[in-house]
């Protein structure tokens, strides 16, 4: 069952690359989230991709939205990749592909390869975007548009 426009979250938790719980609660109906989904951490495409939300984040979070990335990698193989790459926002470890079901997230390929997708949830909890594109290209620069579009309407 995937997340359609103006459905409310559900709750979840999950591991953060540090090793902590992330739970939605914390985040959910108090501020703007990007929730993007990729299939792997340190492959060119989903390197690229969490650059540019890295290189756009104070944008993101001028606007009061928090960026998370959720992939199906472990808590360390985020630890690792986060560190690489300097990324300043949470990573999610989805290792039993909980948050993949939850939000809809299909794969690709024959269901060989885990999907992309980019979610954009507003201050009430309410999903607002959804963008679904195996090129890694789009997605930051969509959910920071929706984002500067939801920021104007406060």
Not at 75 to 101: C, E, I, M
């Amino acid at each position: 069952m995937a997340l359609n426009i103006g459905d409310l979250v559900p709750h979840f938790t999950s591991i953060n690359q540090d090793g902590d719980t992330f739970d939605s609660k914390d985040y959910i109906g108090k501020q703007l989230l990007v929730i993007y989904f990729y299939p792997k951490d340190n492959t060119p495409g989903c390197t690229k991709e969490a650059c540019e939300f890295r290189d756009q984040y104070e944008d993101f979070q001028h606007y009061g939205a928090q960026v998370i990335g959720v992939s199906g990698d472990s808590q360390s193989s985020h630890q690792r990749f986060a560190k690489r790459y300097k990324l300043p926002f949470t990573l999610l470890a989805d290792t039993n592909k909980k948050l993949r079901r939850l939000f809809g997230v299909e794969s690709n390929l024959l269901g060989l390869l885990p999907g992309r997708e980019t979610f954009v949830i507003d201050t009430s909890g309410k999903l607002v975007m959804r963008f679904n594109s195996m090129n890694a290209k789009n997605h930051m620069s969509k959910a920071l548009k929706k984002v500067k579009e939801i920021a104007k309407t406060v």
